[in-house]
């Protein structure tokens, strides 16, 4: 199954689709407009609707006004004849590395799969404008036949970032973790006709990390980004200290 955040007419989403069939069989549930960094948002209250999204007067898929983890959740449980083998979110447009993860619906379709028990990738490729999509693509296939060959361990999936580079300019593929550098941001004022004020973000992304291991890093230089990532927020490392504190 694909998904991603970025809507159901992304071409990351159909290249990433065509990819996928040289695999075995697909299936496309998405969000029906973008769902960009809205993180791992449910609909608890709105009604959840899908409808067949069609290309040249084609059904290709199923589109959701949801978000990417609705997409997942109702695509497993509700729209799907069987469970699939592999869910791959993306290609998104723009990277997905260090503190971006948090904010990522790219990341968190793959995460709602991961948390069904379903091995997933969420892949993404290193820019916002003229992207290569078919060298994205075509490690998303060869990370998703990995997958497939030897899974993946409980509650890990992968986050996977691609240099927007031709095939053969691609340096190779980086294990990696996830790094600290992210958005310095700032909320400029403004007017709107009516002289009401409102905020917009901006800002610019900041690289802060030196460590040849980290993801932003490595995909600045021209590699592949391959980041295990886990569901699993305990800070193991914390339980021995907090327990000497007097908590009772």
């Given at each position: 199954m694909v998904t991603n955040d970025d809507g159901v007419t992304s071409p990351g989403l159909h290249a990433l689709m065509a990819a996928m069939r040289e695999l075995g069989a697909v299936s496309m549930v998405a969000p029906e407009t973008e769902q960009s960094a809205i993180g791992h948002a449910i609909t608890t209250v709105t009604p959840l609707r899908v409808n067949e999204f069609a290309l040249d007067g084609k059904p290709v898929g199923l589109s959701v006004n949801g978000t990417p983890a609705d997409c997942v959740k109702l695509a497993v449980g509700t729209l799907l004849e069987q469970p699939p083998d592999l869910v791959v979110s993306g290609i998104n447009?723009?990277?997905n590395t260090a503190t971006n993860i948090i904010y990522s619906g790219t990341v968190s379709a793959a995460t709602e799969a991961?948390?069904?028990?379903?091995?997933?990738?969420?892949?993404?490729?290193?820019?916002?404008?003229?992207?290569?999509?078919?060298?994205?693509?075509?490690?998303?296939?060869r990370l998703a036949r990995q997958v497939l060959k030897h899974g993946l361990p409980p509650k890990v999936l992968l986050n996977v970032n691609v240099p927007n580079l031709p095939l053969g300019e691609v340096k190779g593929v980086r294990v990696t973790r996830q790094g600290d550098s992210g958005y310095e941001e700032r909320f400029e004022l403004h007017s709107d006709p009516s002289s009401v004020p409102y905020y917009m973000r901006t800002g610019s992304y900041k690289m802060i990390d030196v460590d040849e291991g980290t993801d932003a890093l490595v995909l600045a230089q021209g590699f592949v980004s391959v980041t295990p990532v886990s569901f699993d927020l305990t800070s193991y490392e914390m339980l021995e200290e907090f327990s000497r504190w007097e908590l009772s």
């Open positions: 447009l723009g990277p991961r948390m069904l028990g379903i091995p997933s990738i969420a892949i993404s490729i290193g820019t916002f404008k003229d992207p290569i999509w078919e060298t994205a693509a075509t490690y998303a296939q």
